[in-house]
């Protein structure tokens, strides 16, 4: 199996910065793409960004130029940097894997438990 492990959300103030990062454990013997999500309360789950193996980035519209996503394959991790935030990004943040397990011929999806991120004054 698969665990992936969130950290670096909190409280912030509007314009302020956080760096989400998600590590990966378990028997992994590829990931492709590397996803972060985010659901604001009474809202659905959007994707946020999305990074390929073959090194694209996608970003949702409200986020580009402010935050950016960034993997290491070998360590099995994604971060994302989070800048100029705003209140209306205020959500628990998702991070979530395309992975394909040792020993197995198909990829499969993983969560992260999910990270607060609060943008207040």
């Known amino acids: 199996q698969v665990q992936l492990v969130e950290s670096g959300g909190g409280l912030v103030q509007p314009g302020g910065s956080l760096r989400l990062s998600c590590a990966a454990s378990g028997s992994i013997f590829a990931i492709n793409d590397m996803d972060w999500y985010r659901q604001a309360p009474g809202k659905q789950r959007e994707l946020v960004a999305s990074?390929?193996?073959?090194?694209?980035?996608h970003y949702l519209n409200a986020v580009k130029g402010r935050f950016t996503i960034s993997r290491d394959n070998a360590r099995n991790t994604v971060s994302l940097q989070l800048n100029s935030l705003k209140p209306e990004d205020t959500a628990v943040y998702y991070c979530?894997?395309?992975?394909?397990?040792?020993?197995?011929?198909?990829?499969?999806?993983?969560w992260g438990q999910g990270t607060q991120v609060t943008v207040s004054s």
């Open positions: 990074s390929t193996n073959d090194g694209k980035t």
């Open positions: 979530n894997m395309n992975v394909l397990l040792s020993g197995t011929y198909y990829y499969d999806y993983y």
